[in-house]
C-alpha cells in the first residue's frame, strides 16, 4: 500500500486566494484551476470577466503540472522541433490536453507533489505570476 | 444587439456556500459546479472525498440546465425508450456531455436564466436536495 | 449579476453579408461563422462551393476569437517553438478547437467584445479579408 | 493536506494474479486492469486472446468502481429509464467512459477504497467472478 499526500479543499483555498490577490493587483481577471496530485479537480474560480476558452485551459495547466510534476513552461521550453531531446509532439498528446503553454506548476510539500495550480487569461508570463503568487501564500501558510 | 444576465463570481459563491452547507448536513461530500447562462464555468468546488467523476458530472449537469434551462431530472423523466415524446437518446448528445441524471438546476432571476448549478457524488436525489439548497440560499439573498 | 452584450441574429446577417460580398468579389466561396461573445455559434454559412473541414474550422475560428477577445492571427503571430512568452502549444488547447489559423476576429461595440466571426475556406489571407469586410460592414451599420 | 491509501504495483499483482488464475479456470482468456483510487492505471494485462475493445472497456470499468466506490453492475441494476431514482444516463457520461456492464469492483482496505479492478471479454457474470476472484486474493493476502 502506498501512502500520498494531498491538498484538501482549505489548502486550495490559499492557492486560489493567493493567485486571485495577484490577479487583481495586476487588473487581469483569471481562470484559476486546483487540482489534486492525480491531476483531478479541486476547485476553480472564474473571475468576473475571464475568458471562456480558459475554464479549459486552466484545468489543463494544473493537471498537467500535478502529473508531469513539473511546470507547464519547462515543457514550453524544451517542446522544440529537431531538438536533440525527442520531447517535440508532447503539446498534442491525450488530444492537447497535456498543456504546455506557461501558467501551470505543481505545488510540492517537502519535495513531494500534494497538487498543481494552473491559470489562464492573461499572458503566459500573466499567468506564471499569478500561479507563483498562490503557491508562495500557500507556501507561507504551511511554515 | 442584446442584453444578457449572468451570475456573477460572487452570486456564484453563495450558491456554492448554500449547497455545501447542505451537504455538510446530510453528511455526503459534493462536487459543485455553477456555470453562466451560456453553460461555462465560473465556479467548482469538490469537497474533500468528493468523487472524481463527479468533477465531470458536475459541471455537465450545471452545463445542460443552464443551457436547456430545465433541471436535469426533468429531462430524466421525459427519456424514455419508446415513448411518444420523440426525446429518448438525447442523454448521448454531445458526447454524453449532455447529462440527464438528477442534480442540475438552472438559476433563475425574475423569470431569466442566468446560469446553472449541477451537483454530484451523492445519490441524485441527494445531489437535488444540495442544489436546490443553494438556489433556495441565493434566492433569499437576492430578496 | 453582471450586464453583458451579445450580438442578435440581426447583427449576426449584417456581419454575415459583409463577409460574403467580399468573398463573391474575390471569387472564394467561403464557410461562415458567427458566435456570441462566449463563442456559442449564433448564424453559419457555408456558400455553394465552401469546403467540408472549413464547416468546423470557421467556427472554431469564430469561437477562438470571442473567447480570446483577440484575433486568430495575432495567435499564429505569437505561437512559436522556444519563443521566451511561453505561447506555443495553445494551437492545441480543447482537442485543437482552439484554432490559431487566420481567418478569426472578434466583434466589439464600444470596446467590449460581444461575439466573433471566423472565415475558412479560402488561404488565411482571402479568410481573413473576408472576415474583416463583414467587420466593416457591421461597424458602418452601427454609426 | 489529505493522507490517501493507494494500492501499490505489488497490490496490483496481486489483484491480478487472482483474477487471471479464475480466468483460466473458466477458460476465458479475459483483459484486467487495475486503477489506483483516483482511477489512474496501474496494470494492465491482456491475456493470449483477450478482446480488442476490452482493453478499454476493463479500464473504464476499473475506473468507474474506483471514482464510485461501487461495482459497476450496482451502477447496472438501478440504471432504468423512467425509474424515479433519476440515474438514467449515467452510462453515456464522460463519453461513455463511465461504464456501467457488470466486471467493475472498488478494492477497499479498512472499508476505505484505495483502487479499482475491471475485467472484460467474457460475459459481465465471468467478468464478475474473475474480478471477485482478485480481490479474494488480494484480502487473503492482506489478513
Do not use: W
Not at 53 to 65: G, I, L, M, P, Y
Not at 80 to 86: C, F, K, L, T, V
Not at 133 to 140: E, P, Q, S, V, Y
Amino acid at each position: 500500500m502506498l501512502l500520498i499526500n494531498r491538498l484538501s479543499q482549505s489548502d486550495a483555498r490559499i492557492l486560489m486566494s493567493g493567485a486571485e490577490q495577484k490577479a487583481e493587483e495586476i487588473g487581469v481577471p483569471m481562470c484559476i484551476a486546483i487540482t489534486d496530485e492525480s491531476g483531478n479537480l479541486i476547485a476553480f474560480e472564474r473571475m468576473d470577466g475571464g475568458k471562456v476558452h480558459s475554464t479549459t485551459v486552466a484545468q489543463d495547466k494544473a493537471f498537467t503540472a500535478a502529473s508531469a510534476r513539473k511546470a507547464t513552461h519547462e515543457f514550453n521550453e524544451a517542446c522544440i522541433p529537431g531538438s536533440d531531446n525527442y520531447l517535440f509532439g508532447i503539446h498534442t498528446a491525450l488530444g492537447g490536453r497535456l498543456c504546455i503553454v506557461g501558467g501551470g506548476f505543481p505545488i510540492r510539500v517537502n519535495g513531494e507533489v500534494v497538487g498543481g495550480i494552473g491559470i489562464s487569461s492573461g499572458s503566459p508570463q500573466q499567468d506564471m505570476a499569478c500561479a507563483q503568487a498562490g503557491i508562495d501564500k500557500f507556501n507561507l501558510s504551511s511554515l
